[in-house]
């Protein structure tokens, strides 16, 4: 069974420019998160998806930032324009449907720097 | 306000020796307690959960935990550390959301030494 595939591996980009991240989560999982982790920070909670529907995005830095899962499948992450706060390695999940002590399983992460 | 501290952000043991990693948590609600790993170039993986069946908790790989409400800990053992442990863990909390939100600690990197 393949596992959280995230693309790509690692971005650079430039100050102002547009990136997408994607997130393909394991098949038949309802639920899928969005992690960040700054460097020297720890893991934070972006958002979270049932299926299409956003059902907390709490955790999303401001309106740059723009997540996405169109069909419950898989799903992005567009950063527009990108600051260079934005650097930092971008973590995606996802989890049977269930309650709080579902495990999640996460993906390898997306390394991401704005130079 | 800090919900989960990890003591120590890098620990250092020899190959063979007690592997201990500080987590505590703060919670107003009963909660749901994760140990993930993360090795080199790899996605995070989980070690173990508390669920509230059991305060100690067996993972894989030799890793235990066990939740001591009283001091709000859920610190994380190996008996005999193996080179192969080398890798950054985080301890993370559900607070009492219906999903599987996380809140992580700030990590902790393990060295194991010959």
């Known amino acids: 069974e393949a596992g959280v595939t995230q693309f790509p591996s690692h971005s650079v980009i430039e100050k102002g420019q547009t990136v997408t991240l994607r997130c393909d989560p394991i098949?038949?999982?309802?639920?899928l998160y969005w992690y960040r982790r700054v460097m020297g920070k720890e893991i934070k909670f972006l958002l979270h998806f049932v299926k299409e529907s956003k059902q907390d995005e709490s955790g999303m830095p401001n309106n740059r930032f723009l997540a996405e899962r169109t069909g419950g499948t898989y799903s992005t992450l567009k950063v527009q324009p990108a600051e260079l706060e934005d650097s930092g390695v971008y973590f995606c999940?996802?989890?049977?449907?269930?309650?709080?002590?579902?495990?999640?399983?996460f993906g390898q992460g997306t390394r991401l720097t704005v130079v | 306000a800090q919900s989960v501290t990890q003591l120590g952000s890098h620990v250092s043991v020899s190959e063979g020796a007690l592997v201990l990693l500080r987590c505590n948590y703060s919670?107003?609600?009963?909660?749901?307690l994760f140990w993930y790993v993360q090795y080199p170039n790899q996605g995070l993986q989980l070690l173990l959960k508390y669920t509230s069946a059991a305060t100690l908790v067996k993972g894989i790989n030799g890793f235990e935990a066990e939740f001591k409400k009283s001091e709000t800990s859920f610190h994380l053992t190996k008996p005999s550390a193996h080179m192969s442990d080398a890798a950054e863990y985080f301890c993370a909390v559900n607070l009492g959301t219906s999903y599987g939100k996380l809140t992580f600690g700030q990590g902790t990197i393990l060295t194991v030494h010959p």
């Open positions: 999940a996802s989890s049977q449907a269930g309650g709080s002590e579902t495990e999640a399983f």
């Open positions: 098949s038949g999982h309802d639920n």
């Open positions: 919670s107003s609600v009963p909660p749901y």
